[in-house]
């Protein structure tokens, strides 16, 4: 997707966002979820996240509620979060890195909300799901091992580590049936990935290389009109920083005629690669000025060429 900003100034910028495979894997599974509990009928709340996933042993739920949504509103914000905050995440680690990162913020948010909700009155307990949650800690993990030390929201700027504080005050109000605590352990799980805490679970460059050449991941690459991201360093370059290579003639490039051409008193045009050249009118004559110098004045049609002569009295 391109975008084209307009400055003050008249420049225009343009921003490319990249719709990568992780993002729509996801989109895809809580449309597919979505889909199931709708013809089925499956009771509300059946995979949201609460005390119920301790007390019951519903550890499954720990994973699903991400997929989980209620309502198509719900569903629909939330695929549009999830795409347009978590593409930055991916880039960083790759594809399938990000399915595998995914999945741990899923399960270390969904553990630790459920043992708070454990804590609380029966009365004050609210059940998280959606997307929300585990994309506010994906935006958290790209903002830990960021090294630009401000970021830009809607045009205006905010030092990174404070952004995933500010989208999850956004989120919060704007999007329907996010649940704060939820939001809040969320953004703080982030971090704690992004800063290394957990660096024993991330997957290694070369498994994840390794992984891409797999069934089903390696069906990944064939999704028409996403960027599958590779986990190798060179490469991801390669996808997301295509080198350009300018046809000839592309651009402006200035010729310069050779000299015989310039001083020709033929008042006809030549060509000189490609460009036609305009000799002066009425040719370079020197006119001769008090004191030994001499000038020569000529307009042409790109400019003036002046010829100075200077001697010594005789």
């Given at each position: 997707v391109t975008v084209r900003h307009r400055k003050r100034d008249g420049r225009i910028f343009t921003s490319i966002y990249l719709i990568t495979s992780g993002g729509v894997v996801v989109v895809l599974l809580s449309c597919v979820l979505f889909a199931i509990q709708t013809s089925f009928s499956l009771s509300d709340g059946i995979f949201s996240l609460g005390a119920d996933a301790l007390q019951n042993?519903?550890?499954?739920?720990?994973?699903?509620?991400?997929?989980?949504?209620?309502?198509?509103?719900?569903?629909?914000?939330?695929?549009?979060?999830?795409?347009?905050?978590?593409?930055?995440?991916?880039?960083?680690?790759?594809?399938?890195?990000?399915?595998?990162?995914?999945?741990?913020?899923?399960?270390?948010?969904?553990?630790?909300?459920?043992?708070?909700?454990?804590?609380?009155?029966?009365?004050?307990?609210?059940?998280?799901?959606?997307?929300?949650?585990?994309?506010?800690?994906?935006?958290?993990?790209?903002?830990?091992?960021?090294?630009?030390?401000?970021?830009?929201?809607?045009?205006?700027?905010?030092?990174?580590?404070?952004?995933?504080?500010?989208?999850?005050?956004?989120?919060?109000?704007?999007?329907?049936?996010?649940?704060?605590?939820?939001?809040?352990?969320?953004?703080?799980?982030?971090l704690a990935f992004g800063s290394g805490w957990f660096s024993l679970l991330d997957m290694s460059e070369t498994r994840a290389t390794v992984l891409e050449k797999v069934i089903p991941f390696r069906f990944l690459k064939t999704i028409r009109g996403v960027t599958f991201v590779p986990a190798s360093v060179e490469e991801r370059r390669k996808t997301l920083l295509p080198q350009i290579n300018p046809s000839p003639g592309s651009y402006p490039v200035q010729s310069y005629a050779p000299l015989s051409s310039i001083h020709s008193t033929h008042a006809t045009a030549t060509m000189y690669e490609g460009w036609q050249n305009f000799p002066p009118v009425g040719g370079s004559v020197p006119v001769a000025a008090p004191g030994g110098h001499n000038h020569g004045h000529s307009h042409g049609h790109f400019g003036q060429s002046c010829s100075h002569s200077h001697g010594l009295h005789q």
């Open positions: 042993g519903h550890v499954h739920v720990l994973v699903v509620f991400p997929f989980y949504h209620r309502t198509a509103a719900q569903l629909l914000l939330n695929a549009a979060a999830l795409l347009f905050l978590c593409c930055g995440a991916e880039k960083g680690v790759g594809t399938i890195r990000f399915l595998l990162l995914f999945l741990l913020l899923s399960a270390t948010t969904g553990l630790l909300y459920s043992f708070l909700d454990l804590l609380q009155d029966a009365n004050m307990r609210s059940p998280a799901d959606g997307l929300i949650p585990v994309t506010l800690s994906c935006v958290a993990v790209a903002a830990a091992r960021s090294k630009m030390p401000r970021s830009f929201l809607c045009g205006l700027s905010f030092p990174t580590m404070a952004l995933p504080f500010a989208l999850l005050v956004v989120c919060t109000a704007l999007i329907p049936r996010s649940v704060l605590p939820c939001n809040v352990i969320a953004v703080l799980v982030g």
